[in-house]
């Protein structure tokens, strides 16, 4: 599913009408809605970025794990085969012919899955699990070419076919990790000062700048379940002198096949399982299959951007509480906000489970325990044993309205004592 597209359209000069005519220099805004999150969206569109031609947006990599039905084929004793001649003659895999003669057998799996076949940069790895156990009999891993053309999800539904053939059954799937990219064609990394780490915003604790030499080439920001990774995307084909990568996405950027100088930018925000579980939409308890991806790209990318990550025109005053209010989001990161995957704009929000270190309920036992001593002590006889509750809850609304009231300091830093013991929140600190 890619979208390439020119997102000129969407700089306008005040009065609405499109950008044209000298370039004097000065940024020229509109207005518009981007979030439902209540982020504000004004649109900054300055000489450099006008320049902008083209937007390439795709899923980057894709990986499933599956739980195949493997009892009714034979294709692991034929993989066995080919795997026994690729290691006789030394070689690390051999044309598999049994089934396609498009796939290659490897000679070596990988942990807990023997069996290893791939085309292109699509990996399908197997072992002979029981597809009714807890651990999955097979893994998918499409790769980056692929999951640009002909598509991630195109590509799963013709190995979909080729399983049926070899007569197995797919049970179930798990999506366990998708990324996904924007290329931002003629835009020079090295001009938006992305490497800058106090002009981030972000829920993540962890950033890493990255070089080549002297000269900065990208920034990651996050790691494990959720990460972002912005880097000079030309350089890093040059320097791994990738020229079947180059030839592939000059072409999907709409440049000469050997073009080696027109600068890109590339946005990708990965997602591991365990941060997928956590999205939900009005309809979807969580992100587990591909049919609940494709409904939802729009949401992941509008989340990553405008919600856990944002670059700032200037360096955040960390010592603001409203630092993500009152910052004026980079020009560059408002184009990145407005990317569309041609998916559905699904309402998405993301639930994660708190870590308690605490143990809240037994702190409200201990007060109610507390708090029926203290009533039982006042009432007048067990007959009024009904009216415990509503003394308890006067004698609660008492006292702490008194302690608002009188001792604000004092309650104010027992609550924040207990709420610095529960809470690990270095995002606060350092981005």
């Given at each position: 599913?890619?979208?390439?597209?020119?997102?000129?359209?969407?700089?306008?000069?005040?009065?609405?009408?499109?950008?044209?005519?000298?370039?004097?220099?000065?940024?020229?805004?509109?207005?518009?809605?981007?979030?439902?999150?209540?982020?504000?969206?004004?649109?900054?569109?300055?000489?450099?970025?006008?320049?902008?031609?083209?937007?390439?947006?795709?899923?980057?990599?894709?990986?499933?794990?599956?739980?195949?039905?493997?009892?009714?084929?034979?294709?692991?004793?034929?993989?066995?085969?080919?795997?026994?001649?690729?290691?006789?003659?030394?070689?690390?895999?051999?044309?598999?012919?049994?089934?396609?003669?498009?796939?290659?057998?490897?000679?070596?799996?990988?942990?807990?899955?023997?069996?290893?076949?791939?085309?292109?940069?699509?990996?399908?790895?197997?072992?002979?699990?029981?597809?009714?156990?807890?651990?999955?009999?097979?893994?998918?891993?499409?790769?980056?070419?692929?999951?640009?053309?002909?598509?991630?999800?195109?590509?799963?539904?013709?190995?979909?076919?080729?399983?049926?053939?070899?007569?197995?059954?797919?049970?179930?799937?798990?999506?366990?990790?998708?990324?996904?990219?924007?290329?931002?064609?003629?835009?020079?990394?090295?001009?938006?000062?992305?490497?800058?780490?106090?002009?981030?915003?972000?829920?993540?604790?962890?950033?890493?700048?990255?070089?080549?030499?002297?000269?900065?080439?990208?920034?990651?920001?996050?790691?494990?379940?959720?990460?972002?990774?912005?880097?000079?995307?030309?350089?890093?084909?040059?320097?791994?002198?990738?020229?079947?990568?180059?030839?592939?996405?000059?072409?999907?950027?709409?440049?000469?096949?050997?073009?080696?100088?027109?600068?890109?930018?590339?946005?990708?925000?990965?997602?591991?399982?365990?941060?997928?579980?956590?999205f939900k939409t009005d309809d979807l308890y969580?992100?587990?299959?591909?049919?609940?991806?494709?409904?939802?790209?729009?949401?992941?990318?509008?989340?990553?951007?405008?919600?856990?990550?944002?670059?700032?025109?200037?360096?955040?005053?960390?010592?603001?509480?409203?630092?993500?209010?009152?910052?004026?989001?980079?020009?560059?990161?408002?184009?990145v906000q407005l990317v569309d995957f041609n998916?559905?704009?699904?309402?998405?929000?993301?639930?994660?489970?708190?870590?308690?270190?605490?143990?809240?309920?037994?702190?409200?036992?201990?007060?109610?325990?507390?708090?029926?001593?203290?009533?039982?002590?006042?009432?007048?006889?067990?007959?009024?044993?009904?009216?415990?509750?509503?003394?308890?809850?006067?004698?609660?609304?008492?006292?702490?309205?008194?302690?608002?009231?009188?001792?604000?300091?004092?309650?104010?830093?027992?609550?924040?004592?207990?709420?610095?013991?529960?809470?690990?929140?270095?995002?606060?600190?350092?981005?």
């Amino acid at each position: 599913m890619s979208n390439s597209k020119d997102l000129n359209k969407n700089c306008q000069s005040i009065d609405g009408s499109p950008l044209g005519g000298p370039l004097t220099g000065k940024p020229m805004r509109e207005a518009q809605g981007l979030s439902s999150e209540g982020v504000q969206a004004l649109i900054t569109c300055t000489p450099q970025l006008v320049s902008l031609k083209t937007v390439y947006s795709n899923i980057d990599t894709l990986h499933l794990s599956v739980y195949a039905d493997l009892s009714g084929s034979n294709l692991l004793e034929e993989i066995e085969k080919s795997r026994e001649v690729a290691r006789e003659f030394e070689k690390e895999c051999i044309p598999f012919t049994y089934f396609s003669p498009q796939w290659n057998v490897h000679r070596s799996g990988r942990r807990f899955f023997t069996y290893h076949i791939s085309m292109a940069d699509t990996h399908i790895y197997f072992n002979k699990r029981s597809v009714h156990g807890d651990f999955p009999t097979c893994l998918i891993e499409i790769g980056s070419m692929s999951s640009h053309h002909p598509g991630a999800f195109s590509v799963f539904e013709d190995i979909k076919k080729f399983l049926k053939s070899c007569d197995i059954s797919i049970k179930k799937h798990h999506v366990t990790r998708v990324d996904l990219s924007t290329d931002f064609v003629n835009i020079n990394f090295q001009d938006l000062d992305l490497h800058n780490i106090e002009k981030w915003i972000t829920r993540a604790i962890d950033a890493h700048v990255h070089y080549v030499g002297r000269s900065v080439s990208g920034i990651s920001i996050g790691k494990g379940a959720l990460m972002c990774r912005i880097y000079d995307k030309r350089k890093e084909l040059n320097v791994k002198q990738a020229t079947a990568k180059t030839d592939f996405f000059n072409r999907q950027w709409g440049l000469v096949s050997d073009d080696k100088k027109t600068p890109v930018v590339r946005v990708e925000f990965q997602f591991r399982r365990e941060a997928l579980k956590e999205f939900k939409t009005d309809d979807l308890y969580q992100i587990d299959t591909v049919d609940d991806l494709q409904g939802v790209l729009n949401g992941l990318w509008g989340y990553s951007s405008k919600s856990w990550a944002k670059h700032c025109e200037t360096e955040v005053d960390r010592s603001n509480n409203n630092q993500s209010r009152d910052a004026v989001i980079s020009p560059f990161w408002q184009l990145v906000q407005l990317v569309d995957f041609n998916a559905e704009n699904s309402n998405l929000w993301r639930h994660r489970e708190k870590n308690q270190y605490i143990n809240v309920k037994a702190l409200i036992d201990q007060g109610i325990g507390c708090l029926t001593s203290a009533v039982a002590a006042t009432i007048e006889s067990m007959d009024d044993f009904k009216d415990v509750a509503i003394d308890a809850s006067t004698i609660v609304w008492r006292e702490l309205r008194n302690r608002i009231e009188h001792h604000t300091d004092e309650l104010y830093e027992k609550m924040e004592i207990v709420f610095n013991r529960n809470n690990l929140n270095l995002s606060k600190t350092y981005v």
